[in-house]
């Protein structure tokens, strides 16, 4: 479990480090509204890893199956990117995706 632990930490510190370094680049390349909207979508992504490594920390030993709680994080990601002016849909949910790499080099550097 320590393990699973540290990776999970790991892919959350990745993640924060792509945020990191997409929004600076985002607000230089496009314009700061943009950035915004990534930097929203990357921390729902975040929340979204963050709950999902919760339920699956707690599979088998609480539950019998993996929640629900973590699917809604990116419905209300479109919906709130959909409604707010404020919120660009398609930088929202590239942020949104930004976990996704950081898993891909986690995956590469633990072979």
């Given at each position: 479990m320590d393990?699973?632990?540290?990776?999970q930490r790991r892919m959350l510190l990745s993640t924060v480090c792509a945020t990191a370094?997409?929004?600076?680049?985002t607000a230089l390349w496009f314009d700061l509204p943009t950035a915004?909207?990534?930097?929203?979508?990357?921390?729902?992504?975040?929340l979204y890893l963050r709950l999902l490594a919760r339920s699956v920390t707690r599979f088998g030993v609480e539950t019998k199956g993996v929640g629900k709680a973590q699917l809604l994080?990116?419905?209300?990601?479109?919906?709130?990117?959909?409604?707010?002016p404020?919120?660009?849909?398609?930088?929202?949910?590239l942020g949104f995706l930004l976990?996704?790499?950081?898993?891909?080099v986690q995956a590469v550097l633990d072979t």
């Open positions: 393990g699973y632990l540290r990776l370094l997409a929004v600076p680049i915004f909207s990534l930097l929203v979508g990357a921390l729902a992504g975040l994080v990116p419905v209300v990601l479109v919906v709130a990117a959909a409604r707010l404020v919120l660009e849909i398609l930088p929202a949910v976990y996704k790499p950081a898993l891909i």
